[in-house]
């Protein structure tokens, strides 16, 4: 079993061309963006009969990296620099998420979209966020919009979002917020292969915790490589307040706290959610950040061997990571259970990002 990397039109979403990569890296993160990076040695004749200005076009190709034939990161072909001397080409690589800022959540993609009643979107707030992806893909032309990602069934639920054309919100800030809101999903879009060689993604939402895995490092032949602890109380709140819209006296506000489950002292934070105008939505909102933020984390990176008994492409994000640990400082020896949140990857290892249960 090995690495591979293909690069692959973002036209059609196929002509898969393998190409040989010096180095590489990537990964993927819940609810965030994850760059990806490649190197090529294009001095070697063999490399330069497919490495060329075709296959490492910018916007218009993305590398695939896949082990084991199971593709496990994608990123469009963004920024490249090559070193005439040495013949080295950098490649620098954006995954989907990098796309969401570029699409806007628009009935009409053009001029009087302002003009226009809002979109409005109903059910639960994992359906919300594929219809507001769905809505930044439907737009003129559509070859050039449609992107090949397999979706989830629509799920019932409460929720109701509004979408103002003369706000112009895009695809990734109202992910952001269906995100970040109380009850909110985790989002994973990871790689695949499709049919007739093409690429596609599958789009994964709401309380992801699908997958578990074992690591003992405290063996002599154990996978892991690596291990960091690190802990963070930087970012948290007591207290969040929480402003809509309006402005002066007429502004709407929301506050919430966790005093009562917190014994250190106040730490206030005022954050602004532009474009709510709904008290209960708002709420919801402060609510999970107070909830995201009223203790300090503790996190664990992970590295292992790639051709370990665990496969990177066997990874789901958001499943259960249990690990066994000697000599550690802040979290605990012996058995515990962690949340895979990301991971990251290059020839030698993958490195796991991981969050401590109920932390």
Known sequence: MSWKVYSVSTSTWKDRIEVPADTFSGGRQLNATSQGAATFL??????????????????????????????????LIVDTNRDLFTGVLEVQLADIWWIWKARHVLAMHGAGV??????????HLATIAKKAIQEGMDAAPLARYDLPIIWEADLPGPDVREYYG??????????????????????????????????????????????????????????????????????????????????????????????????????????SYSGIKNRDQLAARARADVEAGNEPTEQ?????????????????????????????????NGWSDWRLLGF??????????LQQQGG
């Open 166 to 271: 003369y706000n112009f919100p895009t695809v990734a800030d109202v992910l952001d917020e269906l995100i970040k809101t109380d009850g909110g999903p985790d989002l994973d879009f990871p790689p695949q292969w499709g049919p007739d060689f093409g690429f596609q993604w599958a789009m994964r939402s709401g309380n992801l915790v699908s997958g578990y895995w074992e690591w003992d490092a405290t063996t002599r032949k154990t996978d892991v490589i690596g291990i960091k602890e690190s802990g963070s109380g930087a970012n948290v709140a007591n207290k969040v307040i929480g402003t809509g819209e309006g402005s002066g006296e007429d502004i709407l506000v929301k506050a919430e706290e966790s005093f009562a489950t917190s014994d250190f002292p106040a730490l206030e934070r005022v954050e």
């Open 114 to 123: 302002e003009k226009l009643p809002p979109l409005v979107f109903t059910g």
């Open 42 to 75: 294009t001095k070697n004749a063999k490399v330069r009969e497919v490495v060329t200005p075709v296959t490492m076009a910018k916007l218009r190709r993305a590398l695939v990296v896949e082990w084991a034939g199971v593709p496990v990161y994608a990123g």
């Open 344 to 353: 990251t990857f290059t020839r030698e290892s993958v490195d796991l990002q």
């Open 300 to 332: 664990l990176s992970l590295s292992i061997r790639p051709d370990g008994a665990v496969a990177v492409s066997d990874l789901l994000l958001g499943g259960t990571v249990r690990v066994n640990l000697a000599d550690a400082f802040y979290v605990p």
